[in-house]
């Protein structure tokens, strides 16, 4: 049995891409509105985050997410985006957990649009004080950087370095290591450090500037989500029993981007006494259910500073691939 709010047309607007390509390729059109089935609801979207996934699935690189099901020529779910945050206006049969009108937050087959299907286990209600905007940017970076704080291993007066602290992952990282009790540096830009100062960094290093693994501090634990900066190096300035966590896989060749890397660590790891493994985090309720009790307690902010209209939304991605934006971007499809 299904719960609907009637909507006026069988039809919706989304940003599509339908050939791989570059964000530039995203252009919005009138598409089919989808009915959610068992287990699914049907999302009416307010804001969605845009994180480098987006890019990912836009260009097809590395080519190893083809061979993974994301489709071998074309993208697979030519509707773009995931990160949602909306007001549900259709369940499907099964579903328990929400009911039409409940706003929420979480993840979603397609999310750039102005309605999408996600399945109930990925989505949480979204806090009243909490603005859609804000919501949307939580889910993939935010649940990312809470399992790679976890699996550092942080402890109180730890000394932990996060690399790519002012981006997605990184500014949920240094806010999760500061409020683990951790004295933190950030390395990013001069012209983002100001963000990562706010986030709580009681350290800054402009990585256009100086070489962080040629210092000769060492550290507890390393969140690595910027890029691919040798494991030598990273080896160099970590303890002898600390963590090293590479978040995701930027940059590296065309077959498999930068995961080579995470492989890599994985088989050293097993002749070391440092701790060297990699993640790649899948959004689900639980949590989220934590990220967002986290923000409502008020140890925890999206580091939102910029937003986009549906009608920009390759645009919102082509400057988060150029590193343009500090923190986290949404585009804004409601309101």
């Not at 570059?22 to 999302?43: D, M, Q, S």
């Not at 704080?149 to 996060?162: K, S």
């Not at 969140?223 to 940059?251: M, N, S, W």
């Amino acid at each position: 049995m299904t719960a609907t709010v009637p909507t006026s047309t069988a039809t919706t607007q989304a940003a599509v891409q339908r050939t791989y390509a570059g964000p530039e390729a995203i252009r919005v059109e009138t598409v089919e509105r989808p009915a959610p089935g068992p287990g699914e609801v049907l999302v009416e979207v307010h804001a969605a985050g845009v994180d480098r996934g987006v890019w990912h699935l836009a260009t097809g690189r590395p080519l190893i997410m083809r061979l993974m099901g994301f489709g071998l020529t074309r993208p697979r779910q030519p509707i773009a985006g995931s990160d949602v945050a909306g007001v549900v206006v259709e369940i499907g049969e099964g579903v328990t957990r929400f009911a039409a009108g409940d706003q929420v937050l979480g993840t979603a087959t397609g999310s750039f649009a102005e309605h999408t299907i996600a399945k109930e286990d990925q989505l949480v209600r979204k806090p009243e004080a909490m603005s859609f905007a804000a919501a949307a940017v939580v889910p993939a970076s935010g649940v990312t950087a809470l399992k790679a704080v976890e699996r550092a291993g942080i402890e109180p007066g730890g000394r932990v370095l996060v690399l790519g602290a002012s981006g997605g992952v990184g500014s949920y990282a240094v806010q999760l290591a500061v409020a683990a009790g951790a004295r933190v540096t950030g390395v990013a830009s001069a012209t983002k450090a100001d963000l990562v100062r706010e986030l709580g960094a009681a350290e800054v290093i402009d990585y256009r500037a100086t070489d962080v693994t040629a210092l000769a501090t060492t550290y507890d634990a390393i969140i690595d989500t910027g890029g691919l900066t040798p494991l030598r190096r990273l080896r160099r300035i970590l303890g002898t029993e600390g963590t090293l966590v590479i978040v995701g896989g930027e940059g590296g060749g065309s077959l498999t981007g930068g995961a080579g890397r995470q492989l890599r660590a994985a088989v050293l790891s097993m002749f070391s006494r440092q701790t060297l493994t990699g993640i790649l985090a899948a959004t689900a309720a639980e949590p989220l259910d934590a990220l967002t009790a986290r923000i409502v307690a008020g140890s925890l902010s999206p580091a939102l500073t910029r937003t986009y209209p549906l009608a920009q939304a390759g645009a919102a991605v082509a400057d988060l691939a150029a590193g343009r934006i500090a923190g986290k971007a949404a585009v804004l499809v409601q309101g």
